[in-house]
C-alpha cells in the first residue's frame, strides 16, 4: 500500500515562498508522483507531475514559471518549490501518485493514491 504525508503549508505573504515535501514509502518505483490543489468551492486542479526515479517534468500552465517539482529518491520525497505565491494560490495542496504512470495533463482521475494534503494561505 503507497503512503504519502504531505507537509510544509503555512501562511506566507504574496510575492513570498514556500517549499512543500510529500514523504512516500510502499512503493519501488515507476509510479508518476503529482502536486494538486484545491480552493473552497472549486475542483482539483494539477500543477505539476513526474516520474519517480526522474524524468522531464510536467507543469500546469498557472503555475509553469512559479512552481517546481524535484524528487529526492534517496530520502523517498517528492518536493514541491513554490515561488512569486500569489493570494490565487491559496487552497489545500496535495501530493497523489499514479501506479503505472498517468498523462502530462496531470488529471486527478489518473492518481491512486492521495496524501491528506497540506494547507497554503497567501494573503495580500
Known amino acids: 500500500q503507497v503512503h504519502l504525508v504531505e507537509s510544509g503549508g503555512g501562511s506566507v505573504q504574496a510575492g513570498g515562498s514556500l517549499r512543500l515535501s510529500c514523504q512516500y514509502s510502499?512503493?519501488?518505483?515507476?509510479?508518476?508522483l503529482a502536486w494538486f490543489r484545491q480552493a473552497p468551492g472549486k475542483g482539483r486542479e494539477g500543477l505539476a507531475a513526474?516520474?519517480?526515479?526522474?524524468?522531464?517534468?510536467y507543469y500546469a500552465d498557472s503555475v509553469k514559471g512559479r512552481f517546481t517539482i524535484s524528487e529526492d529518491s534517496s530520502n523517498k520525497r517528492v518536493y514541491l518549490q513554490m515561488n512569486s505565491l500569489e493570494p490565487g494560490d491559496t487552497a489545500m495542496y496535495y501530493c497523489?501518485?499514479?501506479?503505472?504512470?498517468?498523462?502530462?495533463?496531470?488529471?486527478?482521475?489518473?492518481?491512486?493514491?492521495w496524501g491528506q494534503g497540506t494547507q497554503v494561505t497567501v494573503s495580500s
Open positions: 497523489a501518485a499514479a501506479a503505472g504512470g498517468a498523462s502530462a495533463r496531470i488529471m486527478d482521475y489518473e492518481y491512486n493514491y
Open positions: 510502499g512503493y519501488g518505483g515507476g509510479y508518476m
Open positions: 513526474m516520474y519517480s526515479g526522474g524524468s522531464e517534468p
